[in-house]
C-alpha cells in the first residue's frame, strides 16, 4: 500500500488516524520483537492502518495461528482486505468491541495484543473499554504490545498491567515509544 493513500487518510480524519506516515520498518521490527512466534494460536492487531506490522506478523506467524485485525477506517479495511492470507481477518469497526469478534470466531483469549491506536487521541472512556477488553482477553504469559509518539499513556499502562517495559525508536517519523505490557 502506498505511502499516500495514508497521508490522504490523515488530511480527512487527522485525530483518528494519529499519524501522517505509516510506521518505519525499525518500529515495526521492535514492535514485533517481544513475540514468542514459536507457540502462538491467535494474535491481535488494533488499527493495522495500511498493514506495515500485519504483514510482518503474517511472514512470522506459524500456519495455525489466527490474525485478527480491528480497524476503523473504511478505506484501509478495504486495502487490508485485498491481503489474501487465510490466517488474517480483518474487521472494519473499533476495538473496543474486540470480544464480540473474538467469540465470532470461536476463540477466548490472545497471546498478543499489537496495538497502534493512536491512544492520547482517543476519549478516556473508549481507552478505558479497550484497555478492560485487552486484560480480560489476554492469555496468562501474553503480552499487550502499544506504540506511541509520546509517554501519555505510561499511568495509564501501569494502572492496567503489573509489568510495563518501555523502549524507544529514534528511527521513525515521529519518534516513538513501544510498552511492552504483562500480568
Ligand atoms: C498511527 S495509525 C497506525 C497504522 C499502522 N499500524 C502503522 O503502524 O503504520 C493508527 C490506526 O488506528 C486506527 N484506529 C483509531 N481508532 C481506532 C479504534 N478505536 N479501533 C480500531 N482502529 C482504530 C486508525 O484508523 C489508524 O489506522
Redesign the pocket.
Known amino acids: 500500500m502506498h505511502k499516500g493513500d495514508?497521508f490522504s487518510?490523515f488530511l480527512k480524519?487527522g485525530k483518528?488516524?494519529?499519524?501522517i506516515?505509516?510506521?518505519s520498518k525499525y518500529?515495526?521490527k521492535k514492535?514485533i520483537e517481544p513475540i514468542d512466534f514459536s507457540n502462538v494460536k491467535c494474535i491481535v492487531?488494533?488499527?493495522?492502518?495500511?498493514?506495515?506490522?500485519?504483514l510482518e506478523l503474517l511472514k512470522k506467524m506459524p500456519d495455525d495461528c489466527f490474525l485478527l485485525a480491528?480497524?476503523?477506517?473504511t478505506e484501509?479495511c478495504e486495502k487490508l482486505q485485498n491481503i489474501k492470507d487465510p490466517r488474517l481477518k480483518v474487521i472494519c469497526?473499533?476495538?473496543?468491541k474486540l470480544e464480540d469478534y473474538l467469540s465470532e470466531n470461536n476463540i477466548q483469549k490472545a497471546d498478543y495484543i499489537v496495538s497502534?491506536?493512536?491512544l492520547a487521541?482517543?476519549p478516556n472512556n473508549?481507552v478505558k473499554n479497550?484497555l478492560e477488553v485487552v486484560t480480560k482477553v489476554l492469555k496468562p504469559g501474553g503480552a499487550f504490545i502499544q506504540?506511541q509518539y509520546s509517554l501519555n499513556a505510561y499511568k495509564k499502562l501501569r494502572e492496567t498491567f503489573k509489568n510495563v517495559d518501555l523502549t524507544f525508536t529514534p528511527m521513525n517519523i515521529p519518534p516513538a515509544f513501544v510498552f511492552t505490557c504483562t500480568n
Open positions: 495514508f487518510e480524519e483518528n488516524i494519529g499519524s506516515t505509516p510506521s518500529l515495526v514492535m492487531e488494533f488499527g493495522p492502518g495500511t498493514g506495515n506490522i500485519t480491528i480497524e476503523t477506517n484501509f469497526d473499533t476495538a473496543e497502534s491506536l493512536p487521541m482517543i473508549v479497550i506504540f
